[in-house]
């Protein structure tokens, strides 16, 4: 994964004081905490998640279910971050 620009980091933080739902946090805490350096293994325990699911949130998938575009032709910042 690219390391994530301010303007990613800020949409992100600013998504993550109004999720959608737990699993939208989870999400978006994994991507940030990642990002920060933190391990996968780290990252599942203080989550509370297994280190299968974040290693699954990591994935492009991921960042395709935190896009709140609609379409599938979107071409919003989090989908750069695998390009």
């Known amino acids: 994964?690219?390391?994530l620009i301010p303007s990613q980091r800020a949409d992100l933080e600013h998504k993550l004081k109004h999720p959608k739902d737990y699993s939208e946090r989870n999400r978006l805490c994994v991507i940030l905490g990642y990002d920060e350096g933190i391990s996968t293994k780290n990252l599942?325990?203080?989550l509370r998640i297994s280190p299968i699911t974040v290693q699954k949130y990591l994935r492009e998938k991921a960042f395709k279910r935190l896009c709140r575009h609609p379409g599938n032709n979107c071409d919003c910042i989090l989908l750069e971050l695998f390009a």
């Open 1 to 3: 994964m690219k390391k």
């Open 44 to 46: 599942a325990k203080t």
